[in-house]
C-alpha cells in the first residue's frame, strides 16, 4: 500500500501562489505517476496535473501556463507550484499515485486526504 502526505493549501487572494507538496511512503511499491485533482462540492473529480517519474507531465487545460507540477523521485514527492490563481481554482486538491507492488505488474490507485484551497476575489 502507499500512504501520501499533502500539504500546503490555505487561503490566498486573487492572483497569489500556493504550492502543494505531496510525499508517497510504502512497502516494496514503484510509483508510476503522480497527480494532482480537485474537487468542488456537487462536481467530479478533475484531473488538475499528472506527471510521471521520467517527467511526462500533463495539465487541465485551465492550468496550462500557471500551474507547474514536478517531482523528486528520491523522496517519492511531487510538487504543484500554483501561480496566478483565480477564484476558480478554489476546490479541494487530491494527490494521486499510481503504483506497482513488488513484481505484481498490475497498477493500483492511492489518494491523499484532500487539502483545500481556496482562492478570494
Known amino acids: 500500500q502507499v500512504h501520501l502526505v499533502e500539504s500546503g493549501g490555505g487561503l490566498v487572494q486573487a492572483g497569489g501562489s500556493l504550492r502543494l507538496s505531496c510525499a508517497a511512503s510504502?512497502?516494496?511499491?514503484?510509483?508510476?505517476?503522480m497527480g494532482w485533482y480537485r474537487q468542488t462540492p456537487g462536481m467530479q473529480r478533475e484531473l488538475v496535473a499528472t506527471?510521471?517519474?521520467?517527467?511526462?507531465?500533463d495539465y487541465l487545460n485551465s492550468v496550462k501556463g500557471r500551474f507547474t507540477i514536478s517531482r523528486d523521485n528520491a523522496k517519492n514527492t511531487v510538487y504543484l507550484q500554483m501561480n496566478s490563481l483565480t477564484f476558480e481554482d478554489t476546490a479541494t486538491y487530491f494527490c494521486?499515485?499510481?503504483?506497482?507492488?513488488?513484481?505484481?505488474?498490475?497498477?493500483?490507485?492511492?489518494w491523499g486526504q484532500g487539502t483545500q484551497v481556496t482562492v478570494s476575489s
Open positions: 506527471t510521471s517519474m521520467t517527467g511526462t507531465a
Open positions: 494521486n499515485a499510481v503504483f506497482s507492488i513488488g513484481d505484481d505488474r498490475s497498477l493500483y490507485n492511492a
Open positions: 510504502g512497502r516494496e511499491v514503484s510509483i508510476v505517476r
